[in-house]
């Protein structure tokens, strides 16, 4: 259950407040993700980076920006959050043919 | 881009039933279709995938189907036991890209 984890767990935030959220594999992939999962919107696509460059963008809005510095390491960074942006975020990693393998996820709360 | 419809919405059955969950999906160019187990609290974990060269796969008391002309697959729980109770996700990934597209999700209740 350590290959892939997520930091912080919880998260509460004011709609002015900036955070981010950070994503570490220990698996050897070379592809990251986020979703987002809500009560609306199960496992929703955010961003796909693979080998390090962003390949997908599901038309999210711009208070979300993602960060991949290397192949181990993935970052969501939040701005000026909305209280429906509320949800836990997951971050997963893959191999580029093989399955992906989620980490345990952040609870996010805006007020 | 790929889409996946998954049915039912909730299912409740009685320990020792079966449960029978489908999936369909719109790209024909998808060739890996995992299943997830997410219990309450924890992160989505596989439990079972197939890729498109292969119709049927089993593993213990889960086993999965898939029927490409038709574009469905769906997962089969046998002899449920209440540890089965779960949201269930099935999911599919195109040739093109990389990233899996989950269904909804299916909330599995297994009474005893």
């Known amino acids: 259950e350590t290959g892939v984890t997520q930091t912080p767990r919880h998260l509460v935030m004011g709609m002015t407040n900036k955070k981010s959220l950070k994503c570490e594999q220990h698996?050897?992939?070379?592809?990251m993700y986020w979703y987002k999962q809500s009560a609306k919107k199960p496992l929703e696509l955010m961003f796909v980076y693979s080998l390090e460059e962003r390949v997908e963008n599901n038309s999210v809005p711009s208070r979300f920006s993602p960060e991949c510095p290397n192949s181990s390491h993935l970052f969501l960074h939040l701005h000026t959050l909305q209280p429906e942006d509320s949800a836990l975020y997951l971050c997963?990693?893959?191999?580029?043919?093989?399955?992906?393998?989620f980490g345990p996820g952040t609870r996010l709360t805006v007020l | 881009g790929e889409n996946v419809e998954q049915h039912p919405s909730t299912l409740s059955v009685q320990e020792g039933d079966s449960a029978v969950i489908k999936c369909t999906y719109s790209?024909?160019?998808?060739?890996?279709f995992p299943w997830y187990k997410q219990e309450l609290g924890k992160r989505p974990q596989l439990i079972i995938d197939i890729r498109s060269n292969v119709g049927e796969k089993k593993d213990q008391r889960i086993a999965v189907t898939l029927n490409k002309t038709a574009k469905h697959f769906s997962l089969h729980i046998t002899e449920t036991q209440p540890e089965d109770s779960a949201v269930y996700f099935c999911a599919a990934r195109s040739q093109a890209g990389t990233a899996l597209i989950f269904g909804k999700g299916t909330t599995l209740s297994v009474s005893s």
């Open positions: 997963a990693s893959s191999s580029s043919t093989d399955t992906q393998y």
């Open positions: 698996l050897g992939h070379n592809a």
């Open positions: 790209d024909s160019a998808s060739n890996y």
